[in-house]
């Protein structure tokens, strides 16, 4: 494996500041929606810093962006456990700063599903919400809360549970949805049958494309359960910024943005 597919994300302030300056940078977000139209972000999973690109592609579109909240959905890397977890803590913390959790959304949640509760269970790992707090933390700077959920199952009916819950809370609000999945296995005409279903909101076709491993997906329940919420939101419109296949004992990349009208 080489030294570029190994590398991952600097640990310390001021290297990942830079790190995360420089990938944003060079994002081209030419001819996007006004950032305020913008619903949810699907960004890889991975603390690999080969989809550093893939990541800022997406989060490129939020300059701008007038957001008090982000819901940030993420696989579990520590097994299944039955349930959708949203983090205890009143601050996520990460080497950029403490960023606020939404005490009165994450409440709003548990009071819409049964099956979603306070949990630290699956949270504070080197992926998901310790991946993307920081993108978030340079693109709106300060200002912003968060509620990081973390999917210890992901059926279809709990991506249908949670996506609702999600979209229903979120209604009317300065808010976004971030759900984050990297890519392990698909061939060619499979990612382009994954690219066709996620740009056409084809929710049958995409958990047909997941629950058959046509396409593998670490994080099949935040894919789907964002693209269920972006809906329920309005969004009426999706572009997948970036899709690649795994290569060199590396994740596969994906990225797209998802608008309302």
């Excluded at 359960?225 to 999706?238: C, D, K, N, S, V």
Aim: a negative charge; hydrophobic letters at 40%; proline letters at 6%.
């Amino acid at each position: 494996m080489s030294l570029a597919t190994r590398a991952v994300y600097p640990t310390q302030p001021g290297p990942l500041r830079q790190h995360l300056d420089r990938l944003l940078a060079d994002a081209d977000d030419a001819g996007a929606a006004p950032p305020d139209d913008l619903v949810a972000l699907v960004v890889p999973d991975s603390n690999r810093a080969s989809g550093g690109a893939a990541s800022a592609a997406a989060y490129a579109r939020l300059r701008g962006a007038d957001l008090d909240t982000v819901v940030l959905i993420s696989p579990s890397h520590t097994g299944a456990f039955g349930r959708l977890s949203i983090c205890k803590t009143e601050q996520y913390h990460t080497p950029l700063g403490p960023v606020p959790i939404n005490d009165h959304l994450r409440n709003e949640l548990c009071d819409e599903d049964d099956d979603i509760y306070l949990d630290d269970t699956g949270h504070y790992h080197t992926e998901g919400a310790d991946v993307q707090l920081p993108f978030l933390q340079v693109v709106l700077d300060e200002g912003f809360s968060a509620v990081p959920i973390v999917m210890g199952e992901e059926s279809p009916a709990y991506c249908r549970e949670l996506g609702a819950a999600v979209g229903e809370v979120m209604y009317a609000k300065q808010a976004v949805v971030v759900g984050s999945c990297d890519v392990l296995s698909g061939g060619a005409e499979a990612l382009g049958r994954l690219r066709t279903a996620i740009e056409a909101f084809n929710e049958s076709e995409l958990m047909h494309l997941l629950g058959s491993e046509t396409v593998q997906v670490e994080g099949m329940g935040a894919l789907v359960t964002t693209l269920i919420a972006a809906q329920r939101r309005g969004a009426t419109r999706a572009e997948v910024l970036a899709l690649e296949p795994p290569s060199d004992d590396a994740p596969g990349v994906l990225a797209c943005a998802l608008w309302r009208a």
